[in-house]
T-cell receptor
């Protein structure tokens, strides 16, 4: 089965840096996604890590350690529009197609 | 950027009625999915579909659910006899060929299903 853990809520200040952690225990592993979801909207893709290390894309970076079952999403220069839920999701090896989502971390950016 | 399109955006139905949720995946994608999200809860996997058949399904996807790709563009989710607990946002998603590095899931904007 899949077990994905992330903090439920976080608060950070505009202009600051925030790190959202995700730990997972899965029956297999073929990659880890981060998605952003604003309330009432669809998830939108942020990053995809297959190999260990840091992937940087503008203000967003994602890190993966497969041996530790751990990932984080780093958001720099926070903006008010970054207030959203951030979803960690794992593609297992039980089926290439299935991607399992965590409960999401609701980030509130305050002035 | 290409989009996954879902219709309708909202669907209200009576308990016990059948509903069909419609999706048009991105045209060159090969893998299709349905997820649901009950208000305030996580995005839950329902089913994946590849090469005109179900490739994986969750325990939620029981005999009341079915999927179909009736033509080359549409992908539908049918709930035969809706229950109150089926009320949720239903998301369709698609992804491309893994070998081409197109693993990411593109989501439609969702259908909000309300069962009364």
């Amino acid at each position: 089965g899949q077990n994905i853990d992330q903090p439920t809520e976080m608060t950070a200040t505009e202009g600051a840096i925030v790190q959202i952690n995700c730990t997972y225990q899965t029956s297999g592993f073929n990659g880890l996604f981060w998605y952003q979801q604003h309330a009432g909207e669809a998830p939108t893709f942020l990053s995809y890590n297959v190999l260990d290390g840091l992937e940087e894309k503008g203000r967003f970076s994602s890190f993966l350690s497969r041996s530790k079952g751990y990932s984080y999403l780093l958001l720099k220069e926070l903006q008010m529009k970054d207030s959203a839920s951030y979803l960690c999701a794992v593609r297992g090896s039980g089926g290439y197609q299935k991607v399992t989502f965590g409960t999401g971390t609701k980030l509130q950016v305050i002035p | 950027e290409p989009e996954v399109t879902q219709t309708p955006s909202h669907q209200v139905t009576q308990m016990g009625q059948e509903v069909i949720l419609r999706c048009v995946p991105i045209s060159n994608h090969l893998y299709f999915y349905w997820y649901r999200q009950i208000l305030g809860q996580k995005v839950e996997f329902l089913v994946s579909f590849y090469n005109n058949e179900i490739s994986e399904k969750s325990e939620i996807f029981d005999d009341q659910f079915s999927v179909e790709r009736p033509d080359g563009s549409n992908f539908t989710l049918k709930i035969r006899s809706t229950k109150l607990e089926d009320s949720a946002m239903y998301f369709c998603a698609s992804s491309g060929d893994r070998e081409k590095g197109n693993e990411k899931l593109f989501f439609g904007s969702g259908t909000q299903l309300s069962v009364l």
